[in-house]
Nanobody, 123 residues
């Protein structure tokens, strides 16, 4: 059973930083893509970033490129999302996600996702 548990959300001022963590279990990082989605109030869920541990390939949404960095600690089965230069429009619930296909995570429609962690960026 895939389990994804997020932590690290909170309230931050615009321009600040946060790091989200996702403890993952029940699947192999060698096979699955793991990443992050977000859903802002009144908007559809969107893929933010994801990574393939097997070949190191990554994806970032255009809106976060240059500000967010995804990384994986294989020893801890944990994926991180370092978010810098946060903007009010980054305010959303962030979900850790896993799927065999990067396209599914990018589309915001993975097979599995966590309970979510709320990020609020004040202006």
């Amino acid at each position: 059973e895939v389990q994804l548990v997020e932590s690290g959300g909170g309230l931050v001022q615009a321009g600040g930083s946060l790091r989200l963590s996702c403890a993952a279990s029940g699947f192999s990082f060698d096979v699955y893509i793991i990443g992050w989605l977000r859903q802002a109030p009144g908007k559809e869920r969107e893929g933010v970033s994801c990574i393939s541990s097997s070949d190191g390939s990554t994806y970032y949404a255009d809106s976060v490129k240059g500000r967010f960095t995804i990384s994986v600690d294989r020893a801890k089965n944990t994926v991180y999302l370092q978010m810098n230069s946060l903007k009010p429009e980054d305010t959303a619930v962030y979900y850790c996600a896993a799927d065999r296909w990067m396209s599914s995570v990018v589309a915001g429609q993975p097979d599995d996702w966590g309970q979510g962690s709320r990020v609020t960026v004040s202006s």
